[in-house]
Nanobody, 126 residues
């Protein structure tokens, strides 16, 4: 059974940085496409970033381009989201998602992913 576990969230001041980690177990990590989503209170889940094995990405939502970086370490079965220059509007629960057949077209669509973590809270506030 595939398990996805996020970590690294917390409280940070505007302009600060955080690195989220997502560990995947119970499956062949190197065969998964990986994505990060977020959900703020009262809002729908939003695509943040994805790293697709067969695509030309990685891919980012426009609001985080130049500030966030997604990366993966297949030896550690882990994907990361480095978040710099954080803003109050980045406050949300961040979710990691995995799927074997996400692809480079529908990477922004939550239903493209088969496995999800429980989420980690990121709060950007002074």
């Amino acid at each position: 059974q595939v398990q996805v576990v996020e970590s690294g969230g917390g409280l940070v001041q505007p302009g600060g940085s955080l690195r989220l980690s997502c560990a995947v177990s119970g499956g062949s990590f190197s065969n998964f496409d990986m994505g990060w989503f977020r959900q703020a209170p009262g809002k729908e889940r939003e695509f943040v970033a994805a790293i697709i094995r067969s695509g030309s990405g990685p891919y980012y939502v426009d609001s985080v381009k130049g500030r966030f970086t997604i990366s993966r370490d297949n030896a550690k079965n882990t994907v990361y989201l480095q978040m710099n220059s954080l803003k109050s509007e980045d406050t949300a629960v961040y979710y990691c998602a995995a799927g074997p057949r996400v692809g480079s077209v529908w990477y922004f669509y939550p239903s493209s992913y088969d496995y999800w973590g429980q989420g980690t809270q990121v709060t950007v506030s002074s």
